[in-house]
């Protein structure tokens, strides 16, 4: 029975960034669906302060909807997709970047739902908390100057994380595309930035939302390794693998590489589609399991 893959997104983006891979996994005979996490996509809040002419003090003082949504909020709206999917045969769940956080609390949860789960250059704690592998020195070379330049307001105030991807900052859309899509064309990635909303939530878990070996630890994993990734190094990537590995080395990452940035794959997504495309076919572990 063909598996329906489940896509998460990442921090501050939506299921629309999908729709590229999702045409071209139509095309090869695959099902998939576009996970919208709670206050993303159409439930986000894009404040008219946000809109050109931007005023940037009414926009660091706009309330938010996605104000105290937490990681617990995401695993449960992931896991009753995740239900409603199981229901037509296997489910492959896909995550990319800060969407592995929500993809791993979930596996915690519920592994009786999940037949391989799928990390793209994503995040699946395993010895720390997410918060504190940017301090690591996998992390050093990373620039967090664009990001940190664009935000708007104070996150404890506002209770999220905002950021104006609609700046006009030169210096600013230069950092953001060498960080994100620097393998990719000035158009590319102006049209990626205006598909990014501007809210995100705060909450990204605990000690407790870390890959647990009894429960995570039972699913066929596979780590999609992007060798252009400038925002999570390969360096970070690998050594997440590693630290799954350790963790449940009698079920170790199934491990694939594409030449890619932190979005180009979504951009240009064949060759991604394609890779999802064989691991549909790979062995699914006996029922029950």
Not at 8 to 14: D, I, R, S, T
Not at 132 to 160: F, H, I, K, Q, R
Not at 267 to 286: D, I, K
Request: proline content about 8%; hydrophobic content about 45%; some cysteine.
């Amino acid at each position: 029975m063909q598996p329906t893959f489940v896509l998460v997104h990442g921090a501050f983006a939506n299921s629309f960034c999908f729709a590229p891979l999702q045409a071209e996994l139509g095309l090869l005979g695959h099902r998939s669906v576009a996970v919208d996490l709670p206050g993303h996509g159409f439930a986000a809040t894009y404040p008219r302060a946000y809109q050109a002419p931007q005023d940037l003090e009414a926009l660091a003082t706009t309330p938010g909807a996605i104000k105290g949504v937490t990681l617990a909020d995401n695993a449960a709206h992931l896991i009753g997709i995740l239900e409603r999917a199981k229901r037509n045969g296997p489910v492959i769940l896909v995550s990319h970047s800060r969407g592995g956080v929500t993809a791993t609390a979930a596996a915690n949860r519920r592994p009786d739902l999940i037949d391989r789960i799928v990390y793209v250059s994503a995040w699946c704690p395993v010895d720390l908390d997410v918060s504190a592998y940017y301090a690591e020195p996998e992390m050093a070379t990373v620039d967090t100057t664009g990001l940190a330049s664009a935000m708007v307001g104070n996150p404890a105030e506002l209770g999220l994380l905002r950021a104006n991807f609609r700046t006009a900052a030169p210096a600013v859309l230069a950092a953001f595309k060498a960080a994100f899509l620097a393998d990719g064309t000035d158009e590319e990635f102006m049209v990626f930035l205006n598909t990014l909303q501007p809210d995100e939530n705060l909450d990204a878990g605990t000690s407790e939302d870390r890959a647990q070996a009894g429960t995570w630890g039972r699913i066929p994993k596979t780590y999609v390794r992007l060798t252009e990734d400038t925002s999570v190094p390969l360096a970070m990537q690998d050594r997440m693998i590693r630290e799954g590995n350790a963790l449940t080395p009698q079920n170790p990452y199934d491990v694939r590489t594409l030449t890619s940035s932190h979005l180009k794959w979504l951009v240009a997504p064949a060759p991604a589609a394609r890779l999802l495309s064989e691991l549909a076919t790979l062995p699914l572990p006996p029922a029950g399991s």
